[in-house]
């Protein structure tokens, strides 16, 4: 499965986008892109998922690049109830889901 | 519906002691899993099943044991406990190996003395 990279901590402003990038330049073409989070110790909470094309639902939206090397999810109007651990995880087995360390998105006033 | 829920929601345990996490899904998923998540880490699997009498292992499965007698119920043996096990424990379930979207219960933090 491929492996992803993303920055360990982010800031925002309550109201304004949050924008999470993820790297992931060794996924192979059948391999899906899913996000969860995980607020402060809670059980982690899945959010979006896609493979090639941009997803959307009520939470958030995913971008990935057209050679799919990359993603962003995209909280479109920040709010302090979205500070939490980010993670940005690639499968294609889905009994493997490997939880990287995340990004912190720490949403301020 | 409940969802996925866990008992207990703490435990202390002293060095080789036994006990069993558990780990209970009335949603009528095939696929259920335990992650154990150390301070400052993301989660790693532990076992996981994709049905009742199926179980195979994940990334950390040493010193657990598990089984799956019934769709609803998923419990995780700790056999002989050890410091290294002081973690907190997730137990999580989706419809089936084809859905990446999983359930996960609130979690059962486990000291080891």
């Known amino acids: 499965d491929a492996k992803t990279t993303q920055p360990p901590s982010m800031d925002c402003a309550e109201g304004r986008a949050a924008n999470l990038p993820c790297n992931h330049s060794t996924i192979s073409g059948n391999e899906y892109v899913y996000w969860y989070r995980q607020i402060h110790s809670q059980g982690p909470q899945y959010i979006i998922h896609g493979l090639k094309n941009n997803e959307t639902n009520e939470m958030a939206s995913l971008i990935i690049t057209e050679d799919r090397k990359s993603s962003t999810l995209i909280l479109p109007h920040a709010t302090l109830r979205d500070t939490a651990v980010y993670y940005c995880i690639v499968i294609y087995n889905f009994n493997k889901f490997y939880f990287g360390s995340g990004t912190k998105l720490n949403v301020k006033p | 519906n409940a969802g996925v829920t866990q008992t207990p929601k703490f435990q202390v345990l002293k060095t080789g002691q036994s006990m069993t996490l558990q780990c209970a899904q009335d949603?009528?998923?095939?696929?259920m899993s335990w992650y154990r998540q150390d301070p400052g880490m993301g989660l790693r699997l532990i076992h996981y099943?994709?049905?009742?009498?199926?179980?195979d292992q994940g990334e950390v499965p040493n010193g657990y044991n598990v089984s799956r007698s019934t769709t609803e119920d998923f419990p995780l043996r700790l056999l002989s406990a050890a410091p290294s096990q002081t973690s907190v424990y997730f137990c999580?379930?989706?419809?089936?190996?084809?859905?990446?979207?999983?359930?996960f219960g609130p979690g059962t933090r486990l000291t080891v003395l």
């Open positions: 949603m009528n998923h095939e696929y």
């Open positions: 999580a379930s989706s419809l089936g190996q084809g859905f990446g979207e999983q359930f």
């Open positions: 099943s994709v049905g009742a009498g199926i179980t």
